[in-house]
């Protein structure tokens, strides 16, 4: 008899739901074809009764982060979540940068703390750079994100993180580098047009396939070993400093599109992933 896998979705009726029900529509399939059942299941009503919960599609946690943090620590022992509800917990704050940093991982230099006048006038001289970008320890999809220059009026926000802008964004791109069941798996390109910073479809990323080199296949490792818990399914996203040197800028174990329109085989190669982890 197959297993039967529950799968974390938007919150019913979210803005949300019809999107993640689209994208998860190859998934279905590929996991049919690998002998499990994917039952979709709100993120917010917490473990079902299948025998493992795949988070991939918990779209809008960071909009009820309170229940979500919850859900997380009184997670049952004995009912399978992957990514582990730990993993999940400690990639929720983007104050994890911190730690990759102690242990060693390049990252984008970032301070943490409430965005007023005084601390972004001490971030612009801090990182020595004319433009800054601020948004939530706690977001997705760029929710809140925005771009200052010098001079500009901002817009206070609390547990905020500040951050250089690079202009790599806009010609080399963000680089992402996806892990499934513990290895390198496929990438990325996302490169900002139209003078917007950010790389999302809906603010003209455009996207393309990437191999990634030496270099970028280095600090994807780094971070990779340097997470507290190991990951069914990760994506490492980097950006090249003003250094020139190619660095950490986010971590996303919780619901990343993993880009299925770029690597088709992605589907099947996480429905045997799953498999492995539940022998």
Known sequence: MGARVDLLMPVAGSHYDADATDLAKPFHAAFASAG???????????????????????WGYHFDVTRWDAMLAGWPGDHPLFNPPALLAWNTRKTYLLELAAAGVPVVLSHFGHADDASVAAAFDA???????????????????????????????????????LPAIADEGELSLFAIGGRFSHAARKVATGGDF?????FGGRFTRYQPDTEALAVFDAALAALPHAPLYARIDLLRRADGELALIEVEAIEPDLYVGIEPEVPARLAAALLDALR
């Not at 059942?37 to 599609?57: I, K, V």
């Not at 929710?143 to 901002?154: D, I, K, S």
């Not at 950010?198 to 809906?202: E, K, M």
């Open 127 to 165: 990182f020595d750079c004319d433009e800054l970008v601020v948004k939530p320890q706690i977001s997705a999809g760029s929710h809140q994100t925005v771009r200052l220059r010098r001079g500009e009026a901002v817009e206070p926000l609390g547990d905020a993180i500040l951050q250089p802008f």
């Open 36 to 58: 499990i059942t994917l039952s979709p299941r709100p993120w917010n009503l917490g473990p079902g009764e299948g025998d493992a919960t795949l988070a991939l599609f918990a």
């Open 198 to 202: 950010r790389i999302q479809p809906q």
